[in-house]
C-alpha cells in the first residue's frame, strides 16, 4: 500500500501533455520560488514570473525554459517588459519618503534606492541631476557585496547635509571625515527595499507606483516624468540627448544584483 501511494505521488508530479503547467512542477525544475504561472500570448508556452520578478517561459511539458522577450511584431510592443511593467507596480503611499534623503522640489516624486558603491548607481546619479520638475527621495543601503557602502550609507544619512554627502559618495569619495551616528536607518531601507521586491540597484519607483529597474539616461527617464504631468511624452525641458528612435529596442538594463537576494 505504501508502495503504491509513493507511486502514485510521483505520477502525480509528472507533467502531462495537455494539462496546465504546475507552479510546483516549475519550482522544482528550475530551482527558484515562483510567484505565478500563467499562459503566455503563445500557444502552448507558459509565463513564468518568478519571486524577483522576473519572467522567463515554459513549455507545457514542464521541459523547455525560454528566457527572453516575446515582442509583438503587429503592434512594434515587447509584450515582456509591458508584463514586467505590470507586476512591479508599487503603492507609492507605502513608501515612507520622511525617511529619505530628499533632494529637489518639483512635482513628481521618485524614490530612488541605491548603493553608494555600486558602478551603475553612480553612473545614475549624474542622470538623474538632468531631470527636472521632481523631488529625488533617496534609500541608500548596502549591497551583499558592498560591505563598506554600509560604512558610508550610515555616514550619509547622519551628515548635517545628506545630500552632499551622497553627492560625494556617488563620487567615489570614502567620507573619511564625516561620522557615524546611532541610528537603524539603513537596516530600514534596506528592509524597505526587501518589502517592495527590490532585487537589484539602481531601482527607482516613481509616484504612479512605475518601477525602473536599473540605468536609464535622463531622456528615458524624462518621459515618464512628463507622462505623470500630463505633458507630451517627446517634451523635455532641458537640452535632449542623442538617443534611439522610439520605436528602437530599449537596451537592457545595467544593474548592480545582490549576490544573495
Do not use: W
Request: glycine share 4%; aromatic share 6%; hydrophobic share 35%.
Amino acid at each position: 500500500m505504501r508502495y503504491f501511494t509513493v507511486l502514485l505521488l510521483i505520477v502525480l508530479l509528472i507533467p502531462v501533455p495537455g494539462m496546465a503547467l504546475e507552479k510546483e512542477v516549475v519550482e522544482r525544475s528550475i530551482q527558484t520560488p515562483v510567484r505565478s504561472v500563467s499562459p503566455s500570448p503563445i500557444e502552448g508556452l507558459y509565463e513564468v514570473v518568478t519571486q524577483d520578478n522576473r519572467i522567463v517561459y515554459m513549455d507545457k511539458t514542464g521541459r523547455y525554459l525560454v528566457v527572453g522577450s516575446i515582442l509583438d511584431i503587429e503592434n512594434r510592443a515587447n509584450v515582456t517588459d509591458q508584463r514586467v511593467d505590470e507586476i512591479t507596480i508599487v503603492d507609492f503611499e507605502n513608501i515612507p519618503l520622511s525617511e529619505a534623503v530628499r533632494e529637489g522640489d518639483g512635482n513628481v516624486k521618485i524614490a530612488v534606492f541605491d548603493d553608494p558603491d555600486c558602478p551603475f548607481c553612480r553612473k545614475m546619479h549624474k542622470e538623474l541631476k538632468e531631470l527636472t520638475d521632481v523631488s529625488l527621495y533617496y534609500f541608500v543601503f548596502n549591497l551583499p557585496g558592498h560591505p563598506e557602502a554600509y560604512d558610508k550609507s550610515v555616514k550619509i544619512v547622519c551628515a548635517d547635509d545628506p545630500v552632499a554627502a551622497l553627492n560625494r559618495a556617488m563620487e567615489g569619495d570614502p567620507l573619511d571625515d564625516l561620522k557615524r551616528c546611532e541610528t537603524e536607518q539603513v537596516e530600514r531601507n534596506k528592509s524597505l527595499s526587501l518589502r517592495i521586491g527590490v532585487q537589484a540597484t539602481p531601482y527607482l519607483i516613481f509616484e504612479s507606483g512605475k518601477a525602473v529597474r536599473g540605468y536609464r539616461k535622463a531622456s528615458e527617464l524624462q518621459k515618464h516624468v512628463n507622462e505623470i504631468l500630463g505633458l507630451p511624452m517627446g517634451t523635455v525641458d532641458t537640452e535632449p540627448e542623442d538617443e534611439n528612435p522610439e520605436d528602437a529596442p530599449a537596451p537592457e538594463a545595467e544593474t548592480e544584483t545582490p549576490a544573495n537576494p
